[in-house]
């Protein structure tokens, strides 16, 4: 290639090798959030959240925010008030917040939750460069999980 050339190529060379890198580094992870739900305990003074999260890149939830109650401390799994710093989500797998694992724990809700009402979380993800991400979650007051109820029907089948 001539010198010439070379003077009016470099520059577009330069831009789109810079433009591909911001691009690079703006790249957030896709966040998956599916049947989320809260259970409400006998007592109805506070609840526990579940649901399943998948991240494409892997991250860790590092806080949630409720419409329900001041704080959300994550819980390990266990019966236990052992609570979790951050919860991992590797990349590309499904984790399962469900009860007796990790899930999320609405102490001291701020209202009383009924069936079918409904649950704002926020949950903060960070990436392994430290970026953070909100995820909003609208989760259902449930007494079981959809699955769980496709599973195991209230009402028996006629047939």
């Given at each position: 290639m001539t010198s010439d050339r070379w003077k009016r190529v470099f520059p577009i060379v330069l831009?789109?090798?810079?433009?591909?890198?911001?691009l690079d580094a703006s790249a957030v992870?896709?966040?998956?959030v599916s049947d989320p739900w809260?259970?409400?305990?006998?007592?109805g003074k506070s609840a526990e959240a579940f649901m399943e999260i998948t991240s494409s890149e892997g991250g860790a939830i590092v806080h949630v925010?409720?419409?329900?109650?001041?704080?959300?401390?994550?819980?390990?799994?266990?019966?236990?008030?052992a609570v979790a710093g951050k919860i991992a989500l590797p990349a590309r797998a499904h984790v399962k917040l469900a009860p007796g694992g990790y899930r999320l724990l609405l102490p001291k809700l701020e209202r009383r939750l009924e069936l079918g009402d409904r649950v704002a979380l926020s949950l903060i993800i960070e990436a392994s460069?430290?970026?953070?991400?909100?995820?909003?979650?609208?989760?259902?007051?449930r007494r079981r999980s959809a699955y769980d109820d496709h599973l195991h029907p209230l009402s028996p089948h006629s047939h």
């Open positions: 831009a789109a090798v810079t433009l591909a890198a911001a992870a896709v966040i998956t809260v259970r409400v305990a006998p007592s925010d409720s419409d329900v109650c001041a704080q959300v401390p994550m819980q390990r799994p266990g019966s236990k008030r460069d430290g970026r953070r991400q909100t995820i909003p979650v609208n989760a259902e007051v």
